[in-house]
């Protein structure tokens, strides 16, 4: 049998509450001609323009995990000969010309130091000097292989200046660290339900400008594709007509995580994400062990280098195995040179980060020994 018994200390997924996964047994009948799940659909969506204040924009969750909606937002606004401007820091942030591309467009990539968050006064120099017409932009909010936290709300602004489009993977930022969708004006934002929202994967998060409505809805073209088709969500609600059938059960359990947030209040997980930030760079710091980045330290994820001594997957299966806490390694560039421990979510409760942090201390002894 497939053994997960061990402390889920990875930024993302998460540990995941009881009564979320309790949730997800109910009986739910079927969603596809009951006017009561559309009703529960809403009143969810709801909830996520509470915690978002995105009261102002449309709130979609679509079934498939998080990606599905990146992949979604560029699809439904990119056409065949667009340019888009790809903001980069990380290694997610590079990952969308990918997308772009898959569609047609035309990337035009902005680089940024990897250690540092993105610089809205240079990306507003940049544009200023550019000669291309933006159709819309990507970046992302916090971009987990580095643990960098970028500033939605500057970088929106600075978008708006040049009346681009601002499309944001909030992925693993959402539900820990504040966003305010509306008075920010962001056009897209993108999210997943495994990260601070501490439910399973399979869910896709996504919030939907007036704005960026009106350039999906008057395309040139059709959209390519059909699961990836935003336009179809629009109205699926008050026409009750939803494009595919949903999982239920995944979304009541989303639903009472959504509510599990709420009942601690906004303010506090947003504290309460930012001290075991604090908490985790201090004890890092304390044992010896060197951060990757420089600043712009995000409250959902730390990265830190891989002592010299051993190797990362050394780490990690030995916490795993001997102290039952899984913790993460990097991609691209940063495999191997970066392991990653997620506080979001459920993960940011003391006693599991205090353990957690104490059994990689241990690890490295123990490693050194051998």
Known sequence: MYNTNYFLMTPGPTMVQDNVLQARTQYMGNPD???????????????????????????????????????????????IGDNVLVIENG?????????????????????????????SAELDLFL????????????????????????VKEITKILKKYNILSVVDSVAAMGGVS???????????????????????GLSIITVSQKAW???????????????????????????LFPYSLPSQDILGLSVALDNILEIGLDNIFTK???????????????????????GFSPTVTA?????????????EHLKTKYGVLIASSYGPLKDIVLRIGHM????????????????????????KD
């Open 91 to 119: 290694v997610f942030g590079k990952g969308f010309s990918d997308l772009v591309t898959l569609y047609g467009g035309n990337v035009t990539l902005y680089s940024s130091d990897w250690k540092k968050p993105i610089n």
């Open 214 to 240: 009106s350039t999906i809805q008057n395309r040139k073209k059709p959209i390519i594709g059909f699961y990836t088709n935003l336009s179809l969500w629009k109205n699926c609600v008050k026409e009750k």
């Open 304 to 316: 830190f280098l891989t002592p010299k001594e051993c190797t990362s997957i050394e780490i990690i």
């Open 33 to 79: 001609i009951d006017s009561n799940f559309f009703k529960f659909y809403e009143d969810t969506c709801n909830k996520l323009a509470t915690i978002l204040n995105s009261k102002n924009s449309s709130n979609i969750i679509m079934c498939g995990e998080a990606m599905l909606g990146l992949e979604s937002a560029c699809s439904s606004l990119t056409e």
């Open 345 to 368: 979510g459920e993960n940011i409760q003391k006693e599991n980060l205090l353990y957690t942090l104490e059994s990689l201390k241990n690890t490295l002894i123990d490693l050194k």
């Open 273 to 295: 994400h930012n001290n075991a930030q604090a908490y985790t760079l201090e004890y890092l710091k304390k044992i010896g062990l060197k951060l990757y980045l420089e600043e």
């Open 128 to 151: 200023s000097k550019s000669d291309l017409s933006f159709k819309y932009a990507t970046f992302v909010h916090c971009d987990t292989p580095s643990g960098i936290l970028n500033d």
């Open 179 to 201: 966003l305010d969708i509306d008075n920010w004006e962001v056009d897209i934002c993108l999210g997943g339900t495994q990260k601070a929202f501490s439910a399973p994967t």
